[in-house]
């Protein structure tokens, strides 16, 4: 692919405190011999969808400077702004912003979502206000003796007899609320109510072993959300969202 004036060059990443104070920034450059990402992703502009991985938990994987900030705690409640460059410096796309959620006073559990969008890529969303969790079971039952016969002659015990669960299988239900959002934000819903594939993820962590039956970082969920209403500022004014989903793996407990 031809290097020129109008073609993806550059993405350029600047990353801002709360006070807009520009801290840094990464710029990732386009090879123009073979159209290969410095970093090393491939992408022709002129025939392919671009993926560009530029939310946090991407950048603490590649980017340097993003990761220092978020070592030294001058980024958090901050923003990141992402934008595609022409080689001379002028946008060819719009400007995205990113921001870096901060913990509110009321101390609500953040719930993050991934799931894959009609395009074939990934979506994220944080959902930052309440949620509910709730754990609804079911298993088997048998009746069991009252007593023993391991004895000279049966023995009834208090404990011992009646129905009692044999299996009980556990599944847990989030219910999840979204900040005030955008007419633009509120798009991304559309995407997730219509996705075959979303999951919930944990908090970035470093060093995590992606192979172990132990990690937790990904975990499968349905949708229980089953209809989606669009909201306009015209309509609804302050517009948030509600969404339900059931862990996918059942909660299994001891056997009897």
């Not at 410095?38 to 946090?56: D, R, V």
């Not at 609804?136 to 391991?150: F, I």
């Not at 989030?174 to 999951?199: C, G, R, W």
């Amino acid at each position: 692919m031809v290097s020129s004036t109008t073609d993806l060059y550059r993405i350029r990443l600047n990353y801002y405190d709360s006070d807009n104070t520009l801290l840094n920034s990464d710029i990732v450059l386009r090879n123009s011999g073979t159209g290969a990402w410095s970093n090393p992703w491939t992408a022709n502009s002129e025939k392919q969808i671009l993926h560009f991985g530029c939310f946090p938990g991407n950048l603490q994987n590649w980017a340097s400077n993003f990761k220092t900030l978020v070592g030294l705690g001058t980024i958090q409640g901050g923003y990141i702004t992402v934008e595609a460059q022409k080689q001379n410096s002028d946008e060819i796309s719009k400007l995205y912003t990113i921001k870096l959620n901060c913990p509110n006073g009321k101390g609500y559990e953040p719930i993050r979502l991934c799931w894959l969008n009609q395009w074939g890529a990934w979506d994220y969303y944080t959902f930052t206000q309440k949620s509910i969790k709730s754990t609804s079971t079911s298993g088997a039952t048998y009746n069991q003796l009252a007593g023993t016969w391991n004895e000279s002659l049966y023995r009834p015990d208090s404990y011992k007899g009646g129905k009692k669960a044999f299996r009980v299988n556990a599944t847990e239900k989030i219910t999840m609320n979204s900040d005030f959002v955008t007419e633009d934000e509120a798009v991304i819903f559309e995407e997730l109510i219509n996705s075959p594939e979303v999951y919930l993820l944990k908090g970035y962590v470093s060093g995590v072993e992606t192979t172990s039956v132990l990690n937790q970082y990904v975990t499968p969920v349905r949708l229980l959300t089953s209809s989606f209403t669009k909201k306009t500022i015209a309509n609804d004014k302050l517009m948030q969202y509600n969404f339900e989903i059931e862990k996918s793996k059942t909660l299994r407990t001891q056997a009897v």
